[in-house]
Protein backbone atom coordinates (compact mmCIF):
# COMPACT_ATOMS: atom_id res chain seq x y z
CA UNK A 1 0.00 0.00 0.00
CA UNK A 2 3.30 2.19 1.05
CA UNK A 3 4.63 1.92 -2.67
CA UNK A 4 1.08 3.32 -4.43
CA UNK A 5 1.28 6.18 -2.10
CA UNK A 6 3.81 8.26 -4.82
CA UNK A 7 1.95 7.20 -8.05
CA UNK A 8 -1.49 8.56 -6.44
CA UNK A 9 -0.05 11.92 -5.34
CA UNK A 10 2.00 11.63 -9.02
CA UNK A 11 -1.41 10.83 -10.99
CA UNK A 12 -3.11 14.04 -7.96
CA UNK A 13 -0.55 16.43 -9.20
CA UNK A 14 -0.74 16.02 -13.04
CA UNK A 15 -4.44 16.35 -12.79
CA UNK A 16 -4.33 19.49 -10.75
CA UNK A 17 -1.39 20.88 -13.46
CA UNK A 18 -4.07 19.84 -16.43
CA UNK A 19 -6.75 21.47 -15.00
CA UNK A 20 -4.69 24.57 -14.06
CA UNK A 21 -3.27 24.52 -17.78
CA UNK A 22 -7.41 24.22 -19.16
CA UNK A 23 -8.41 27.10 -17.28
CA UNK A 24 -5.55 29.73 -18.33
CA UNK A 25 -6.90 32.60 -19.17
CA UNK A 26 -4.70 35.63 -21.06
CA UNK A 27 -5.55 39.47 -19.78
CA UNK A 28 -4.41 42.92 -20.97
CA UNK A 29 -3.35 44.78 -18.91
CA UNK A 30 -3.31 49.33 -18.42
CA UNK A 31 -0.07 49.32 -20.55
CA UNK A 32 -1.10 47.22 -23.34
CA UNK A 33 0.86 43.69 -22.51
CA UNK A 34 -0.55 40.39 -21.30
CA UNK A 35 -0.90 39.09 -18.16
CA UNK A 36 -1.14 34.93 -17.72
CA UNK A 37 -3.47 33.42 -15.13
CA UNK A 38 -5.78 30.97 -14.01
CA UNK A 39 -9.40 31.46 -15.40
CA UNK A 40 -11.17 31.12 -12.53
CA UNK A 41 -14.51 31.31 -13.99
CA UNK A 42 -13.73 27.75 -15.34
CA UNK A 43 -12.90 26.63 -11.78
CA UNK A 44 -15.07 27.81 -9.29
CA UNK A 45 -17.39 29.86 -11.59
CA UNK A 46 -21.16 28.77 -12.39
CA UNK A 47 -22.06 27.51 -15.94
CA UNK A 48 -25.02 29.42 -16.98
CA UNK A 49 -25.04 28.11 -20.46
CA UNK A 50 -23.17 26.68 -24.06
CA UNK A 51 -23.79 26.96 -27.99
CA UNK A 52 -22.10 24.89 -30.30
CA UNK A 53 -19.60 26.97 -33.10
CA UNK A 54 -19.71 26.84 -36.64
CA UNK A 55 -15.80 25.92 -36.69
CA UNK A 56 -16.49 23.48 -34.04
CA UNK A 57 -15.98 23.02 -30.39
CA UNK A 58 -18.37 25.17 -27.76
CA UNK A 59 -18.34 28.57 -26.04
CA UNK A 60 -19.55 28.74 -22.62
CA UNK A 61 -21.11 31.41 -20.61
CA UNK A 62 -20.31 31.59 -16.95
CA UNK A 63 -20.55 33.93 -13.76
CA UNK A 64 -17.92 34.48 -11.39
CA UNK A 65 -19.54 36.06 -8.22
CA UNK A 66 -20.68 39.27 -9.86
CA UNK A 67 -18.97 38.62 -13.05
CA UNK A 68 -20.31 37.37 -15.91
CA UNK A 69 -17.32 36.05 -18.90
CA UNK A 70 -17.85 34.02 -22.28
CA UNK A 71 -15.18 31.52 -22.79
CA UNK A 72 -14.65 29.97 -26.41
CA UNK A 73 -12.82 26.05 -26.59
CA UNK A 74 -9.32 26.14 -27.86
CA UNK A 75 -8.88 29.86 -26.78
CA UNK A 76 -7.12 31.07 -23.48
CA UNK A 77 -8.77 34.94 -23.74
CA UNK A 78 -12.08 35.16 -22.39
CA UNK A 79 -14.94 37.27 -23.51
CA UNK A 80 -15.50 39.80 -20.24
CA UNK A 81 -19.03 40.90 -20.64
CA UNK A 82 -18.74 44.15 -18.32
CA UNK A 83 -21.14 46.24 -15.88
CA UNK A 84 -23.70 42.93 -16.43
CA UNK A 85 -25.67 42.02 -13.65
CA UNK A 86 -27.36 38.76 -15.51
CA UNK A 87 -26.98 37.47 -18.39
CA UNK A 88 -28.41 34.47 -20.74
CA UNK A 89 -27.81 32.51 -24.00
CA UNK A 90 -31.14 34.09 -26.19
CA UNK A 91 -30.30 32.87 -29.68
CA UNK A 92 -27.62 31.61 -31.60
CA UNK A 93 -27.66 31.49 -35.34
CA UNK A 94 -24.79 30.15 -38.00
CA UNK A 95 -24.65 33.15 -40.73
CA UNK A 96 -22.45 33.12 -43.28
CA UNK A 97 -18.93 31.75 -41.96
CA UNK A 98 -19.93 33.28 -38.44
CA UNK A 99 -21.68 32.11 -35.22
CA UNK A 100 -24.09 34.95 -33.76
CA UNK A 101 -24.57 34.61 -30.46
CA UNK A 102 -27.30 36.88 -28.61
CA UNK A 103 -26.98 37.38 -25.18
CA UNK A 104 -29.45 38.71 -23.06
CA UNK A 105 -28.46 40.65 -20.15
CA UNK A 106 -29.74 42.94 -17.56
CA UNK A 107 -27.96 46.09 -15.91
CA UNK A 108 -29.36 48.74 -13.28
CA UNK A 109 -32.19 50.73 -14.15
CA UNK A 110 -32.36 48.56 -17.86
CA UNK A 111 -34.34 45.13 -17.92
CA UNK A 112 -32.90 43.84 -21.68
CA UNK A 113 -30.11 44.88 -23.15
CA UNK A 114 -28.45 42.86 -25.58
CA UNK A 115 -24.65 41.71 -26.28
CA UNK A 116 -23.92 40.23 -30.11
CA UNK A 117 -21.15 38.42 -30.41
CA UNK A 118 -20.29 37.39 -33.97
CA UNK A 119 -17.49 34.58 -34.06
CA UNK A 120 -14.99 33.19 -36.78
CA UNK A 121 -12.31 30.83 -35.58
CA UNK A 122 -10.55 33.20 -32.80
CA UNK A 123 -12.16 36.40 -34.08
CA UNK A 124 -14.81 37.99 -32.18
CA UNK A 125 -16.84 41.06 -32.99
CA UNK A 126 -19.31 42.68 -30.76
CA UNK A 127 -22.10 45.07 -30.69
CA UNK A 128 -24.35 46.26 -27.87
CA UNK A 129 -28.03 47.08 -28.58
CA UNK A 130 -31.56 47.32 -27.11
CA UNK A 131 -33.70 50.20 -25.86
CA UNK A 132 -33.78 48.78 -22.18
CA UNK A 133 -37.77 48.20 -22.47
CA UNK A 134 -38.32 45.61 -25.10
CA UNK A 135 -36.87 42.29 -25.92
CA UNK A 136 -36.22 42.46 -29.69
CA UNK A 137 -37.70 40.41 -33.03
CA UNK A 138 -34.79 38.67 -34.36
CA UNK A 139 -35.49 37.33 -37.79
CA UNK A 140 -33.26 35.20 -39.83
CA UNK A 141 -33.38 35.36 -43.51
CA UNK A 142 -33.73 32.43 -45.71
CA UNK A 143 -30.28 32.20 -46.89
CA UNK A 144 -28.72 32.65 -43.89
CA UNK A 145 -27.06 35.82 -45.22
CA UNK A 146 -28.39 38.01 -42.74
CA UNK A 147 -29.56 38.76 -39.41
CA UNK A 148 -32.47 41.32 -38.37
CA UNK A 149 -33.23 42.39 -34.57
CA UNK A 150 -36.54 44.30 -35.08
CA UNK A 151 -37.21 47.05 -31.81
CA UNK A 152 -40.54 48.48 -30.92
CA UNK A 153 -39.88 52.66 -31.50
CA UNK A 154 -43.78 54.12 -31.48
CA UNK A 155 -45.45 53.16 -34.48
CA UNK A 156 -42.15 52.24 -36.39
CA UNK A 157 -39.65 49.16 -35.47
CA UNK A 158 -36.02 50.21 -34.85
CA UNK A 159 -34.05 47.44 -37.35
CA UNK A 160 -30.55 46.19 -36.95
CA UNK A 161 -29.04 44.30 -39.63
CA UNK A 162 -26.17 41.77 -39.48
CA UNK A 163 -24.80 40.97 -42.64
CA UNK A 164 -22.46 38.00 -43.46
CA UNK A 165 -19.76 40.27 -44.18
CA UNK A 166 -19.65 40.81 -40.85
CA UNK A 167 -21.41 44.28 -40.64
CA UNK A 168 -23.89 45.45 -38.66
CA UNK A 169 -26.16 48.40 -40.03
CA UNK A 170 -29.17 50.38 -38.22
CA UNK A 171 -32.35 52.25 -39.41
CA UNK A 172 -35.92 52.34 -39.33
CA UNK A 173 -38.99 50.98 -41.40
CA UNK A 174 -42.41 51.73 -40.96
CA UNK A 175 -43.84 48.37 -41.32
CA UNK A 176 -42.46 44.59 -40.74
CA UNK A 177 -45.02 42.03 -42.18
CA UNK A 178 -46.28 39.92 -39.55
CA UNK A 179 -45.25 42.38 -36.37
CA UNK A 180 -46.86 44.77 -34.53
CA UNK A 181 -44.92 47.68 -32.94
CA UNK A 182 -47.83 48.26 -30.01
CA UNK A 183 -47.54 44.37 -29.34
CA UNK A 184 -46.93 43.57 -25.77
CA UNK A 185 -44.50 41.55 -25.17
CA UNK A 186 -42.95 42.29 -28.37
CA UNK A 187 -41.32 39.11 -28.63
CA UNK A 188 -40.52 35.41 -26.38
CA UNK A 189 -37.87 34.59 -24.56
CA UNK A 190 -36.39 33.05 -27.54
CA UNK A 191 -36.79 36.46 -29.18
CA UNK A 192 -39.34 35.54 -31.89
CA UNK A 193 -42.59 37.66 -32.36
CA UNK A 194 -46.05 36.35 -30.91
CA UNK A 195 -47.34 34.17 -33.06
CA UNK A 196 -44.44 32.55 -34.41
CA UNK A 197 -44.76 29.03 -33.46
CA UNK A 198 -48.09 28.78 -34.36
CA UNK A 199 -47.61 29.79 -37.70
CA UNK A 200 -44.93 26.99 -38.25
CA UNK A 201 -46.81 24.85 -37.07
CA UNK A 202 -50.12 25.45 -39.06
CA UNK A 203 -48.49 26.73 -42.19
CA UNK A 204 -44.78 25.92 -42.30
CA UNK A 205 -43.99 29.39 -42.99
CA UNK A 206 -44.12 32.84 -40.81
CA UNK A 207 -45.95 35.22 -41.18
CA UNK A 208 -48.74 33.16 -42.07
CA UNK A 209 -50.24 33.11 -45.62
CA UNK A 210 -52.22 36.25 -46.39
CA UNK A 211 -55.52 34.41 -46.71
CA UNK A 212 -54.93 32.53 -43.32
CA UNK A 213 -55.17 35.42 -41.10
CA UNK A 214 -57.62 37.35 -43.48
CA UNK A 215 -60.61 37.43 -41.72
CA UNK A 216 -64.26 36.79 -43.78
CA UNK A 217 -66.72 38.82 -41.29
CA UNK A 218 -69.04 37.19 -39.16
CA UNK A 219 -71.86 35.00 -40.22
CA UNK A 220 -70.14 35.33 -43.37
CA UNK A 221 -67.95 33.02 -45.99
CA UNK A 222 -65.03 33.86 -47.58
CA UNK A 223 -65.82 34.99 -51.02
CA UNK A 224 -64.48 32.67 -54.35
CA UNK A 225 -62.21 34.08 -56.36
CA UNK A 226 -63.94 35.65 -59.65
CA UNK A 227 -64.14 33.64 -63.01
CA UNK A 228 -60.71 33.86 -64.59
CA UNK A 229 -58.63 34.81 -61.93
CA UNK A 230 -56.39 32.35 -60.67
CA UNK A 231 -57.06 31.32 -56.97
CA UNK A 232 -53.80 33.05 -55.09
CA UNK A 233 -51.53 29.48 -53.97
CA UNK A 234 -49.68 29.03 -50.43
CA UNK A 235 -46.64 29.92 -51.88
CA UNK A 236 -47.67 33.19 -53.44
CA UNK A 237 -50.43 34.25 -50.47
CA UNK A 238 -47.11 33.64 -48.03
CA UNK A 239 -45.27 36.33 -49.80
CA UNK A 240 -45.77 40.00 -48.01
CA UNK A 241 -46.99 43.19 -50.21
CA UNK A 242 -44.52 44.78 -51.98
CA UNK A 243 -44.35 47.33 -49.66
CA UNK A 244 -44.03 45.09 -46.78
CA UNK A 245 -41.44 43.05 -48.83
CA UNK A 246 -38.71 45.35 -48.67
CA UNK A 247 -38.92 45.23 -44.71
CA UNK A 248 -39.73 41.41 -44.52
CA UNK A 249 -37.79 38.09 -43.74
CA UNK A 250 -39.07 34.93 -42.92
CA UNK A 251 -37.46 33.16 -39.78
CA UNK A 252 -35.82 29.72 -39.17
CA UNK A 253 -35.61 28.17 -35.72
CA UNK A 254 -32.27 28.32 -34.00
CA UNK A 255 -30.02 25.01 -33.23
CA UNK A 256 -30.53 23.24 -30.12
CA UNK A 257 -28.63 24.58 -27.06
CA UNK A 258 -27.07 22.49 -24.36
CA UNK A 259 -29.27 23.21 -20.65
CA UNK A 260 -26.95 22.73 -17.89
CA UNK A 261 -27.87 19.99 -15.56
CA UNK A 262 -30.63 21.19 -12.88
CA UNK A 263 -31.18 24.59 -15.00
CA UNK A 264 -34.97 24.96 -16.20
CA UNK A 265 -35.72 24.29 -19.85
CA UNK A 266 -36.83 27.34 -21.64
CA UNK A 267 -37.87 28.22 -25.51
CA UNK A 268 -34.21 28.78 -25.91
CA UNK A 269 -32.83 25.46 -25.41
CA UNK A 270 -34.34 24.34 -28.68
CA UNK A 271 -37.89 23.43 -28.10
CA UNK A 272 -39.23 25.60 -31.40
CA UNK A 273 -40.47 23.13 -33.96
CA UNK A 274 -38.98 23.02 -37.29
CA UNK A 275 -39.89 25.91 -40.23
CA UNK A 276 -40.72 23.38 -42.54
CA UNK A 277 -40.34 24.99 -46.37
CA UNK A 278 -40.20 28.57 -44.70
CA UNK A 279 -36.44 28.17 -46.50
CA UNK A 280 -37.92 28.16 -49.75
CA UNK A 281 -37.72 31.44 -51.11
CA UNK A 282 -35.41 34.43 -49.93
CA UNK A 283 -36.96 37.63 -49.41
CA UNK A 284 -35.80 40.84 -50.30
CA UNK A 285 -34.33 43.27 -47.56
CA UNK A 286 -33.51 46.51 -48.05
CA UNK A 287 -30.05 47.68 -45.98
CA UNK A 288 -29.87 50.80 -43.77
CA UNK A 289 -27.19 52.98 -44.38
CA UNK A 290 -26.17 53.65 -40.92
CA UNK A 291 -23.28 51.41 -39.85
CA UNK A 292 -22.75 50.35 -36.31
CA UNK A 293 -18.88 49.95 -35.54
CA UNK A 294 -17.95 46.46 -33.93
CA UNK A 295 -15.46 46.16 -30.81
CA UNK A 296 -13.07 43.87 -32.50
CA UNK A 297 -11.22 40.78 -30.08
CA UNK A 298 -8.82 38.65 -31.37
CA UNK A 299 -8.52 35.66 -28.82
CA UNK A 300 -5.22 34.67 -29.98
CA UNK A 301 -3.30 38.18 -29.41
Not at 2 to 24: E, I, M, N, Y
Not at 150 to 159: A, V
Not at 227 to 249: L, Y
Amino acid sequence: MTSLRPLFFRLLTALLLLGALSACAVKTNSRGGYTYGVDTAALFGTEIGQFPLQSGGEGTLRREGTKYSVKLSGNQRVIPLANVDSARIARTENIGTRTVVVIETQRRNCDYRYTVLAIEGSEVLSWDLGNCRDRPAVLVQDDRSALTFNFPKGSRIERFVYTQDGRMRRGDTQAVAGMNPRAKPFADESLYPPGYQEALREHGVYPPPAAAVAPAGKGRSAKPAKPGKPASSPETAARPAPADNRATGRVVPPPPQRVPDGAAPTAASGSTPRAGNASRVPAKLDLPDEEITSTRLDLRD
